[in-house]
């Protein structure tokens, strides 16, 4: 979990940000935001529309758990 001043996120967003987390670990660094979408309706259990996935994206961006770089997002680490 990130340290922050913030509180933490929610458990189902964190439990959302673990999907992303195998594949950020799978061989690249950056994915982009349609990807992550896909992932995150795939994988994450509680995210069943696009709206949820768009929801944890936004947070995890607003958060710092992830940041953007010409279209492509990466994980902070």
Do not use: C
């Not at 982009?32 to 509680?46: D, K, N, P």
């Not at 069943?48 to 680490?77: I, M, P």
Request: no cysteine; proline share 3%; glycine share 2%.
């Amino acid at each position: 979990m990130r340290r922050t001043d913030q509180p933490s996120l929610p458990q189902w967003i964190q439990n959302a940000y673990e999907s992303l987390e195998t594949a950020y670990a799978s061989d690249t660094d950056e994915l982009s935001r349609e990807a992550v979408t896909e992932i995150l309706l795939t994988e994450a259990e509680q995210i069943e529309t696009d709206a949820d996935a768009t929801y944890v994206l936004n947070r995890l961006l607003e958060r710092g758990w992830l940041y953007e770089v010409n279209g492509q997002l990466r994980k902070t680490d």
